[in-house]
């Protein structure tokens, strides 16, 4: 069985076991932004959907991947800033080792790198949010600022990624 192979299984599994079966399963909102986000994952670490995300968020850890200047803008309500390049393990401290761990970024190909950091210090229970922030977005989730109230903006990373969180949604800034 192939990686990919794999981790399509843990999703489909995740979503039974955390809703009512679903005959139309999609990752995405937009079947281009899917592609495009299946073609930047290894899927080295299981993907879990914003829709899945949604239903057992009060059970997780979110972890943002993201860069400080985009977590300042916006964040998925109650994350924690992990950052990327500047990955900061410490902030990992306090969570028991078996606690869900959700990781994001913009789309999820950092929050996978960072990810497989994290499986790497123990955490086994960590999954990848597949299509990330922007997916986020695009099913109509809040946002909250470093002051942790309710925004409607988001760091698109630059402009050219900007076009995978649909117009009207949220202030795409950049």
């Known amino acids: 069985m192939t990686q990919k192979t794999f981790t399509l299984l843990s999703i489909v599994f995740i979503g039974l076991s955390t809703a009512t079966a679903q005959t139309d399963f999609n990752r995405t909102i937009n079947l ?3 592609k495009e986000v299946d073609s930047y994952l290894n899927y080295s670490v299981p993907a879990i959907t914003v829709k899945n995300l949604i239903q057992i968020k009060d059970d997780v850890i979110l972890l943002d991947a993201r860069e400080t200047k985009e977590y300042e803008v ?48 123990g955490y086994f229970n960590t999954y990848n949010l597949f299509g990330s922030i922007f997916e986020w977005v695009n099913a109509g ?15 698109t990373y630059n402009k050219k990624w900007s076009k995978w969180v649909t117009e009207g949604t949220a202030e795409k800034v950049w």
């Open 32 to 34: 281009e932004f899917e």
């Open 74 to 121: 916006s964040h998925i309500p109650g994350a924690r800033y992990v950052g990327f390049d500047d990955f900061d393990d410490s902030v990992l401290s306090d969570i028991d080792k078996d606690n869900r761990i959700v990781v994001y970024c913009s789309i999820g190909f950092r929050s996978e790198k960072i990810g497989e950091k994290l499986k790497k210090l």
């Open 141 to 155: 989730q809040q946002l909250e600022d470093k002051n942790g109230r309710p925004t409607n903006k988001v760091h």
